[in-house]
């Protein structure tokens, strides 16, 4: 697969101007972030440093050659050999050099958004497949404050599409490491009371009438990383009344219909 060369315009896009139609160039997380953005939701601001971005680094830091190289014998049964290769691999996205001309632009969207706290998240061009979903498989850095600091949390991104469990993923879904693009969304961080994932429809028997709702007290990020067991909460769509709850936090209080 063939990648262009990254202009300003490509390096990167804010929220607002991306949407469905953008997941080549911008992954799943960062279109979707996009939709939202549009459709009125009130999603914190944020912009997205392109796959673009992480294709060009790649080929201007030479990585290519030796990625190909190191993955060529990989035997993805093999733990510790995945582990090494992948800890290789990571060690050598993270020690290249940024091109100036995207470290710059980063520099300036961060200063665009005001600064402060921003959460730097991946969004890989292959999440959410209809054959695979990769989706949580590389990594997210909250609370990341400071030009060099975003800059170093995006390289940081990029290096985690390397991470053991997302090589041995692509390896048995059958897709090509170098193919899968990744960009990565800085967003104001949200200091939030309580967090969590709205399920549109119930995603074990993929009812739909019913709305599943996994929260928990500060962000989300508890839930995504299994750090914690979320409170889980089903909801008749139509009704909005609350069907079934567990665990509930003691300090919920008792159910309302």
Request: glycine fraction near 8%; hydrophobic fraction near 45%; charged fraction near 20%.
């Amino acid at each position: 697969m063939k990648h262009k060369q990254t202009t300003q315009a490509s390096i990167v896009l804010w929220f607002n101007e991306v949407g469905k139609d953008d997941v080549p160039l911008v992954g799943g997380k960062a279109a979707s972030l996009g939709e939202m953005t549009q459709a009125g939701i009130p999603v914190p601001p944020g912009f997205v440093v392109t796959a673009d971005c992480y294709f060009s680094f790649l080929e201007k830091a030479n990585l290519k050659a030796q990625v190909r190289s190191l993955l060529a014998d990989l035997d993805p049964n093999n733990s510790r050999q995945l582990a090494r290769i992948a800890s290789q691999i990571k060690a050598a996205i993270q020690s290249a050099e940024m091109p100036l001309d995207i470290a710059d632009r980063i520099r300036q969207a961060y200063r665009e958004l005001g600064g402060g706290l921003v959460a730097v998240r991946s969004s890989a061009t292959a999440e959410d497949m209809p054959d695979a979903s990769f989706a949580g498989q590389q990594s997210t850095f909250l609370n990341v404050q400071g030009e060099e600091e975003v800059i170093l949390a995006v390289q940081d991104c990029w290096a985690s599409l390397y991470e053991s469990r997302a090589i041995f993923y692509r390896v048995q879904k059958g897709y090509d490491h170098l193919a899968v693009g990744l960009a990565a969304v800085v967003q104001r961080m949200v200091q939030s009371e309580v967090a969590g994932v709205l399920f549109t429809v119930e995603p074990v028997s993929s009812d739909p009438t019913k709305i599943v709702i996994e929260s928990v007290w500060g962000l989300g990020e508890a839930i995504v990383s299994g750090a914690v067991t979320p409170d889980y909460i089903v909801v008749d769509k139509e009704s909005l009344r609350v069907l079934e709850r567990k665990p509930v936090a003691e300090a919920a209080g008792p159910v309302a219909d």
